[in-house]
Structure formats: C-alpha cells, structure tokens
C-alpha cells in the first residue's frame, strides 16, 4: 500500500506563497501521477495540477495557471505545490494523490491513493 502525507499548509495573507509538500512511502507505482486536489466544505473537489513522475509533463486547472507550479524530487519521493499570488478562494483542504500510469489526469477517479489533507487558509 501506499501513504501519501501532505505538509506545508497555513495561514498566509492575500499575494502570499506557501509550499506545499507530498511524501510518498510504502509501494509506489515506478511509472506513476502524482496530483494535488482541493475541497471546500460543502463543494466538490476540484483538480489543481498533476505531474508524471518519470516523464515530467504537467497538467493545471486554468485557475491555478501562473500561479502554481507543481514539481517533483524523485529521490525524496516527494511532489511539491508552490502557491504564489495566492487568493482568498484558494482557501481550501489540500489533497496529495497518485495514480499508476504516466498521464496527469484531471479526474479524481483516476487515482488510487490519498493523503489526509493539509489545510490552506488564504486571508485578506
């Protein structure tokens, strides 16, 4: 099985960054997605970005474009989300996910794993 845990979430002020982190342990998948999702109470999850992890290739919903920047270090196991310009509706629960297979997929469905969630709470 696999444990994604997710850090790095907080209280920051409107314009601010955060960097949010995702280590993977237990079995990982070698060829593997691995995607950052959002929820607040009440709405549906919504994609945020997703990274392959051999081939690097990236995907990000159009409200993060610019903003955001997902990456990987393939030694630590860990995806990180940088968050820049932040705004009050990107306060939010942060979920790390994987999935077998290379393609950054937008849908939730799609991934086998999540982590607990670190909470982003963006003020102004």
């Known amino acids: 099985q696999v444990q994604l845990v997710e850090s790095g979430g907080g209280l920051v002020q409107t314009g601010g960054s955060l960097r949010l982190s995702c280590v993977a342990s237990?079995?990982?998948?070698?060829?593997?997605?691995r995607g950052w999702f959002r929820q607040v109470p009440g709405k549906e999850r919504e994609f945020v970005a997703a990274?392959?992890?051999?081939?690097?290739?990236?995907s990000y919903a159009d409200s993060v474009k610019r903003r955001f920047t997902i990456s990987r270090d393939s030694a630590k196991n860990t995806v990180y989300l940088q968050m820049n310009s932040l705004k009050s509706e990107d306060t939010a629960v942060y979920y790390c996910?994987?999935?077998?297979?290379?393609?950054?997929?937008?849908?939730?469905?799609?991934?086998?794993?999540w982590g607990q969630g670190t909470q982003v709470i963006v003020s102004s």
């Open positions: 237990g079995r990982t998948f070698g060829r593997d997605t």
């Open positions: 996910a994987t999935r077998s297979g290379v393609t950054p997929t937008s849908r939730g469905t799609d991934y086998d794993y």
């Open positions: 990274i392959s992890w051999l081939g690097g290739s990236t």
